[in-house]
Nanobody
């Protein structure tokens, strides 16, 4: 199975940018649909973005559309989430997700998770 490790989180002011990375190990991520979810305190884990095996198809939640971009580099076994124009409501722990069968759109169905990285946006 694949292991996932996120990095790139931190504290940023509103309007700023961050790029999250998710590095795969154990197995190549080339065989997986990949995604990003986030979970704020007291809230359920929610879908942010997902990407197909090849990277040709991407899916983005309405709440971040136009601000966040998911991409992947299969040669580096890494998935990225570029986050621009960050807002305080984007504050959450961001999790990388992998699924060998389906586009990861629903948290309960995702088989593989990273440990998460904290993103805090100050106003």
């Amino acid at each position: 199975q694949v292991q996932l490790v996120e990095s790139g989180g931190g504290l940023v002011q509103a309007g700023g940018s961050l790029r999250l990375s998710c590095a795969g190990s154990g197995r190549t991520i080339r065989n997986y649909y990949m995604g990003w979810f986030r979970q704020a305190p007291g809230k359920e884990r929610e879908f942010v973005a997902a990407i197909s095996w090849s990277g040709v198809s991407t899916f983005t939640a309405d709440s971040v559309k136009g601000r966040f971009t998911i991409s992947r580099d299969n040669a580096k076994n890494t998935v990225y989430l570029q986050m621009n124009s960050l807002k305080p409501e984007d504050t959450a722990v961001y999790y990388c997700a992998a699924d060998g069968t389906n586009i990861p759109r629903t948290a309960v169905a995702v088989p593989y998770w990273g440990q998460g990285t904290q993103v805090t946006v100050s106003s």
